[in-house]
């Protein structure tokens, strides 16, 4: 079985663009939650979408967006980028909302703002 | 709100020593706890996972228990290996309207050969 997948890896943006960054969950799961990773921090929570709706959503401004399809891949919308959103963007995925699930991770996207 | 303290890093160990990293948590209720390990480059892979008090999370020879008088959740590994480094960070999940992963800042461990 396939993991989460993220696309792209890595990217460079400008300060100002728009970013979009996708997310596959593994097959039969229908939880995606999206988590912003800065150097030498842990992750911070920024959405979660069950079911193509939203269930929760962390202290980001409104540049954030994003949103989950009929096959449970999620997208990432980053408006008007700053230097510091400079950081790994992680897609998790997971089974259900419940808490005693695991989340499983994908290895990221690596965004560059310069 | 919600937080977890980590031990600060890096720690740094010698093969076949004894590991522990400690983990703290603040929390109403009844949260889950987690440990994942963040390879280089990579994103982060769950290691082990407790849902209520006492349970004992265990995988690759790594344990920790779940600690609800002293609200911990340490991690221990009798015996490291060099494939062992890694950012370890330990979690919690309190479920609830914002079900969300809330981790701390991460423990950097090195094991030397």
Redesign the interface.
Known sequence: DAGVTQSPTHLIKTRGQHVTLRCSPISGHKSVSWYQQVLGQGPQFIFQYYEKEERGRGNFPDRFSARQFPNYSSELNVNALLLGDSALYLCASSLDTETYYGYTFGSGTRLTVV | GDS?TQMEGPVTLSEEAFLTINCTYTATGY??L?W?VQYPG?????LL?A?KADDKGSNKGFEATYRKETTSFHLEKGSVQVSDSAVY?C?L???G??????????TLLAVQP
């Open positions: 977890v949260p889950s987690f994942y990579e994103g982060l892979q769950l996972k849902t960070f979690a999940n309190r479920g309207a914002t079900n969300k992963l809330i981790f701390g800042t991460g």
